[in-house]
């Protein structure tokens, strides 16, 4: 039984490694997916500034009064400069920042109808830093995170001004990602109800081998008692048990029949002996009287012999008697006791 018992827990232990492991590859194909689809953002965002950087410098030098002109026209002129180069890039967004402000931004594929010229809020705080690193490194990423979207962010120097671009990603994982996922989740699951119903399987075998073992503890003080029969591969040991308990009560009735019989016949062997003894003395002294009668000789006490004998046989017959209603009481004392 503790055989059976380690193997449940070996398989217990295989179900849960399952359950880790699925859950590992689901995270791993979670952060596998987001990987892949960050990094084709990335590249998107690098080709839209690069064509950004290509555009503003060709406005740049194809206009010798573009340094004087004020800001506003400069914001007017980057804008369609923008919405011109990033139509051809969905879902993309940005602009240009020169010195400390933030020029030409526009979100030409919004989708809203209307043209989208502000700086969206939310992100402020992160592109001005992204801004601000690419000064100083020449380029810099940012990657936020709000539950399950994204938003990566580009800023790229190119002289005297810096191209940046956003993009917002929301279910990052692809239909064939889906797939996979739904299948992982399916072996998680798979995994759990195995170890449920292995956790069932040993807590029923710990049961029935308990009762059991209850069962063996009281077949050894009350022999009419027959363990509980229930259904499976315990209900058959139990049964087989039953058949066992059933075959000793028998056998130990048999064996008590059989002390009953020796003891009989031990009793007739020592009666038989004992009777044989006063038959003897009697018929020697009758054979004495016979050949006395013929004399006159025969005396009163010749019979005291005959008397003492047959006085003899009575008293046997009486412990004869004694003897069987004890073996009788003991016969009856056993059975009120078993039952």
């Known amino acids: 039984m503790r055989r059976l018992q380690l193997q449940l827990v070996l398989v217990l232990l295989a179900a ?42 060709y406005r740049v030098t194809s206009d010798s009064g573009w340094a004087s002109l004020p800001t506003t026209a400069q914001d007017i002129s980057l804008r369609a400069i923008s919405q011109a ?110 170890i449920i119903g292995t956790l069932a399987a040993v807590m029923g075998l710990r049961r029935g081998i308990a009762d059991i073992q209850a069962g063996l503890r009281r077949l050894e003080t009350d022999l009419a008692f027959e363990l509980p029969v229930t259904g499976g591969e315990l209900g058959n040991i139990t049964r087989s048990v039953n058949r066992v308990a059933t075959a000793r009560r028998d056998l130990e009735a048999a064996l008590r029949r059989a002390d009953r019989l020796r003891a009989v016949g031990r009793m007739a062997a020592n009666m038989a ?38 006085d003899r046989l009575n008293a046997l017959s009486v412990n004869c008697w004694l003897f069987e209603r004890r073996v009788r009481l003991r016969s009856n004392i056993r059975k009120c006791y078993q039952s």
């Open 85 to 194: 180069t990033l139509r051809s890039y969905p879902g993309v967004e940005g602009g240009f920042a020169v010195g400390s402000q933030i020029l030409g931004y526009s979100y030409p594929t919004h989708g809203s109808g209307n043209p989208k010229i502000d700086v969206p809020e939310a992100e402020r705080s992160a592109i001005e830093n992204a801004i601000h690193e690419a000064e100083a490194s020449g380029k810099a990423e940012r990657l936020l995170r709000g539950g399950r979207d994204m938003v990566v962010i580009e800023a790229v120097a190119a002289g005297d001004h810096i191209n940046w671009t956003m993009k917002r990603l929301s279910g990052i994982t692809d239909p064939g990602e889906k797939r996979r996922t739904f299948l992982l989740i399916a072996l998680v699951i798979a995994a759990l109800a195995s």
């Open 273 to 310: 002996h004992e009777i044989r003894n006063p038959l003897n003395g009697i018929r020697l002294t009758m054979q004495m009287l016979k050949s006395r009668l013929g004399t006159g000789a025969v005396r009163p006490e010749d019979l005291d012999l005959v008397i003492g004998e047959v």
């Open 16 to 57: 849960i490694s399952v359950a880790t492991l699925s859950a590992i590859l689901i995270a791993g194909a979670i952060r596998g997916a987001e990987t892949v689809v960050v990094g084709d953002t990335r590249r998107t965002l690098n080709a839209a500034n690069a064509e950004l950087a290509s555009q503003y410098a």
